[in-house]
């Protein structure tokens, strides 16, 4: 099993471009969520989805938006970015109701914005 | 709201024990993760908590009390490859898994 697994990586973008985050498990796990981590700020959750088709707002939604069309992919999308968005984002799965039910993370993805 | 404290930094000498502090402030508390994460790379889960006493696993340890909003992890015979930062965190009771992470912290290994 390959877990949570991001795309891309890295990436660098100029103000008021656009792009799409993608995060993948495997793991058929129900929930998903995005976070952005900043130095000295923790992990600060931005969207999360409870089921395929299910999206809700996290703690910093602002200049996000968020897809989760299939159970497995959860989509974060940047319309118009700006510096204040440079960050490494995260994004995790969980089971609910099994117990311990840990975020299992991918890689993350480190942004900036010029 | 919820509030969440950790050192920011610790330093510790190979071989010895360290104790990392968090201390919370809550509404609808139910349970409490450690994760550990090394510079450049995910969080990973080490320990969870739900109710009051010690958890146990290798030479992790963490600690619940539940009336004083009070967690600890207790890292023994400490490796360099311990050097990381100790991220805690409070789940919520609501409709889903809502997790606010403390702002971790960084401990150093040092031989």
């Known amino acids: 099993n390959a877990g949570v697994t991001q795309t891309p990586k890295f990436r660098v973008l100029k103000t008021g471009q656009s792009m799409t985050l993608l995060c993948a498990q495997d793991?058929?796990?129900?929930?998903m969520y995005w976070y952005r981590q900043d130095p000295g700020m923790g992990l600060r959750l931005i969207h999360y989805?409870?089921?395929?088709?299910t999206t809700a707002k996290g703690e910093v939604p602002d200049g996000y938006n968020v897809s989760r069309l299939k159970k497995q992919n959860f989509l974060l999308g940047l319309e118009s970015a700006a510096p204040s968005q440079t960050s490494v984002y995260f994004c995790?799965?969980?089971?609910w109701g099994q117990g311990v039910d840990e975020q299992f993370f991918g890689p993350g993805t480190r942004l900036t914005v010029l | 709201g919820q509030n969440i404290d950790q050192p920011t930094e610790m330093t510790a000498t190979e071989g010895a024990i360290v104790q990392i502090n968090c201390t919370y402030q809550?509404?609808?508390?139910?349970?409490l993760f450690w994760y550990q994460q090394h510079a450049g790379e995910a969080p990973t889960f080490l320990s969870y908590?739900?109710?009051?006493g010690l958890e146990e696993k290798g030479r992790f340890s963490s600690f619940l009390s539940r009336s004083k909003g009070y967690s600890y992890l207790l890292l023994k015979e400490l490796q360099m490859k311990d050097s990381a930062s100790y991220l805690c965190?409070?789940?919520?009771?609501?409709?889903?898994?809502?997790?606010?992470f403390g702002t971790g912290t960084k401990l150093q290994v040092i031989p």
């Open positions: 995790a799965s969980s089971h």
């Open positions: 809550t509404s609808g508390f139910n349970g």
């Open positions: 908590n739900v109710l009051d």
């Open positions: 965190a409070v789940i919520h009771i609501g409709g889903y898994q809502k997790v606010t």
């Open positions: 793991m058929n796990h129900e929930y």
């Open positions: 989805s409870v089921g395929e088709g």
